[in-house]
């Protein structure tokens, strides 16, 4: 059984900064990789960022890379998303997502995820 439930989004200024959380409830022995994936109104779900199990690997988006961070705590089973100098263009639902196994996770491989938490950003 795994639930996944975010926290920490809102609205927020052009150049203001958000922190995302994700607590997780995840019963396996495996290794699982940490997402987050966002939706904008009338576009396809995208990738932001994903972090491995050990939170020693990363990955970002073009779009997001320099601004946004991507944490992990295994002891509190949270993930975390620290977002910085945010854009109009970031506005959209940000859902957190599991995946089981090792490092690297395909996008089909994710199948655990949270309800989404709404990011709108002002210009």
């Known amino acids: 059984q795994v639930q996944l439930v975010e926290s920490g989004g809102g609205l927020v200024q052009a150049g203001g900064s958000l922190r995302l959380s994700c607590a997780a409830s995840i019963r396996t022995s495996r290794q699982y990789v940490m997402g987050w994936f966002r939706q904008a109104p009338g576009k396809d779900r995208e990738f932001v960022s994903a972090i491995s199990f050990s939170g020693m690997y990363t990955h970002y988006a073009d779009s997001v890379k320099g601004r946004f961070t991507i944490s992990r705590e295994n002891a509190k089973n949270t993930v975390n998303l620290q977002m910085n100098s945010l854009k109009p263009e970031d506005t959209a639902v940000y859902y957190c997502?599991?995946?089981?196994?090792?490092?690297?996770?395909?996008?089909?491989?994710?199948?655990?995820w949270g309800q989404g938490t709404q990011v709108t950003v002002s210009s």
């Open positions: 997502a599991a995946a089981l196994g090792s490092w690297p996770r395909p996008f089909q491989d994710y199948t655990y």
